[in-house]
Every structure is written in structure tokens, then in C-alpha cells.
């Protein structure tokens, strides 16, 4: 009834299919009428106050569409918990490739490919940066001033609420990034907060990047902030045995750029200096532990049964770990 009212659904069989990756956010392929729609919903069990916000999320995408064309538009929101449980979203399906551990069996990167698959990353990261939020629509989404600090609390009181006993305190890489804060890089931009390959869709043929997914936690703020998060993802081939274990996507292969040459290349298309770029990396990091510490948090007190996130604890360990290093000098980007 309700893709009827909606959308004009006629009545007829409805698959659903639920999309296998994430961890945040439930996603759904919804078959109706001879056409796909995507479903978007929050996670069942007990949630960190402000997240997984769907009207939220319904409202970036309504508004930045026609400024930054990667986004999926929009098609209907719900905010009745009568039907679902929850508040949900409809966008439409973006058909395309999505590059998770490992490639496809169908697909092969030679050197050249993959470096040219990089450098669009990042120009479309860069492309998303230079969007005027303020004629999107968007100036309400976020302050840009004191961003740096707001995230760098924010984040550290995250992790002492998710805190449990087998993970380390952290006290001294709270206290360094607390410390060692870089004033803000400008007027603030829009930024994605978990830009990276397996959030991006690529076309078929010539692996053009045709989509942005997952806006769960855009804003506004400091780009190079966007940028930190976005590398702590990014594995590369003479990174340890331990962090070739948390790679989500085929950042090691041959050609790929190094975390160093993404910064380099990302300044260039930006205008901007990066620097030596060790805070954001390692706030990065930083910030990553957290997420999955949260999620950590949920299966350890029973608020979820999905057994992949049994070991998440040992990973954010492994990540503020490094972070830690990164901040004594004990590893470069």
C-alpha cells in the first residue's frame, strides 16, 4: 500500500532482498511494478543518540542532487515505525559495480587502470568538496568552525561510552589528539565522512564512477578531515600482515596509489596543502576504531546476533593501535 501511494506501484508480487555488506545501516533491494527501488533502515536494538537519522539522510540527498549527480535521488520517506519498525527511505537503484575485497573474477586491473581508477576517486571526492552547500540547501546541515575540536571530543566521549573491558583505554592518543588539534583548513565544505571505494558505484564498461552511496554521516565541516577518514580504509601493499586482515577493498593491487600519493594528488586537484597530513590520518584511524567499537558494543551487550562482528573488538584494537603509532612517529602514512 504504501509503494502505491507512493510511487504508483500496482498491486502485485514484492521481492525483497536484503544487500549483504554493510554494518550501520540495514540496505535493501525492493522489486515491485517491474522496477527496483533501494531501502534504507536503521538497524534494529539500541542506537548512539543522533545516528542513523533516515529523514536526515532523505533530506541531503533531496537537496544535493542536482549540484553533485553521483547521489541517487530520492523517491520516498517514511517516518511511520507502524510499518517497519522503524523510519525508512526508497532511492532509486544505481546498476553498476561495486569494488569490495577483492575484484571480481570477470575483472582485471592492469597498473595503469587501477592508478587511473584512483585518480577519479579522487577528483570526485575533490568534485563533492567544491559543491556550494549553501545554494544546495544545505547551510542548516552543520557549522563548519570548530570542527576539528567538536570531532575529536565528540569522538573520544564515543569511545569511552562503547568502551568494554578487552579493548585498550586509549587515554594517550585521546590526549595527543587532543593536543596536537591543526587550526581549520578554510570556510568548511560538504563532505561524505565514509568515502571510499565500496561506497562509490562504477560504471560497467568503463569503471567511471556513476554513483556516491551511504550520505549516513555527510555534513559540513573540514575537507581534509573527509579526506583522514577516508585513508584510514586505505590498505596498501607493504602495509603488515595484521592490517592486510581489515582490507575492505583492492586498494594493495599493482598501481594502486600509496595513502601518500592520494594526499599529493588530492591537494593538487583541491588547491590546497595538506602538509605531512599525520594528524587526520591518525584521527582517522582514530575515528574508525570508534565506529567499530560501537559496533562491538551492540554484540557484545546481545543487541545483535550477526557473528561478523564477534572479532570487532580485536580490529579496534589493531586501529588504535596504529593510530597510536602514527602519532609517535612509529609509522608513516
Known amino acids: 500500500a504504501f509503494l502505491s501511494d507512493e510511487l504508483g506501484v500496482e498491486a502485485g508480487e514484492i521481492v525483497i532482498r536484503q544487500f549483504p555488506g554493510g554494518a550501520s545501516n540495514l540496505t ?7 522496477r527496483d ?17 533516515m529523514g536526515r539522510e532523505f533530506r541531503i540527498l533531496s537537496r544535493i542532487h542536482d549540484a553533485f549527480p553521483y547521489a541517487p535521488r530520492p523517491l520516498a520517506y517514511c ?16 546498476q553498476g559495480l561495486i569494488l569490495r575485497r577483492d575484484l571480481p573474477a570477470d575483472l582485471s586491473l ?12 579522487v577528483a570526485v571526492h575533490a568534485e563533492l568538496h567544491d559543491v556550494d ?6 547551510a542548516e546541515l552543520g557549522h563548519p568552525e570548530g570542527y576539528v575540536a567538536r570531532q575529536v571530543a565528540g569522538w573520544s566521549k564515543r569511545y569511552q561510552n562503547a568502551r568494554t573491558d578487552d579493548v585498550p583505554e ?29 561506497n562509490v558505484v562504477l560504471g560497467q564498461h568503463d569503471l567511471g564512477i556513476i554513483g556516491v552511496l551511504d550520505w549516513e554521516m555527510a555534513t559540513l565541516g573540514d575537507p581534509l578531515m573527509d579526506l583522514g577518514c577516508s ?35 588530492y591537494s593538487e586537484r583541491a588547491g ?28 557484545a551487550r546481545g543487541q545483535t546476533r550477526d557473528r561478523r562482528f564477534a572479532d570487532f573488538g580485536q580490529m579496534c584494537s589493531l586501529l588504535s593501535g596504529t593510530a597510536l603509532a602514527v602519532t609517535r612517529g612509529q609509522r608513516s602514512l
Open 37 to 53: 527501488y533501494v531501502l534504507r533502515r536503521p538497524p534494529s536494538g539500541t542506537k548512539a543518540r543522533s545516528a542513523h537519522d
Open 110 to 121: 592492469d597498473a595503469a587502470e587501477a592508478r587511473a581508477l584512483c585518480e577519479n576517486l
Open 79 to 94: 517516518d511511520d515505525p507502524a510499518l517497519l519498525g522503524e523510519p525508512f527511505y526508497l532511492m532509486e537503484r544505481l
Open 272 to 299: 590546497v596543502a595538506a602538509g605531512d597530513f599525520r594528524f587526520y590520518y591518525a584521527f582517522g584511524l582514530f575515528r574508525l576504531a570508534v565506529i567499530v567499537q560501537q559496533i562491538y558494543f551492540r554484540f
Open 170 to 198: 586509549n587515554e594517550a592518543l585521546m590526549k595527543w589528539l587532543a593536543d596536537n588539534q591543526p587550526p581549520d583548513s578554510g570556510s568548511g565544505a560538504l563532505i561524505h565522512n565514509d568515502y571510499k571505494f565500496d
Open 28 to 34: 535493501y533491494l525492493i522489486a515491485a511494478g517491474g
Open 231 to 265: 585513508l584510514a580504509y586505505w590498505i596498501q601493499a607493504d602495509d603488515p600482515r595484521a592490517m592486510q586482515q581489515l582490507r575492505m577493498m583492492p586498494t594493495q593491487l599493482p598501481g594502486m596509489m600509496t595513502r601518500r600519493e592520494l594526499v599529493d594528488y
Open 133 to 138: 552547500y549553501a545554494a544546495a540547501g544545505l
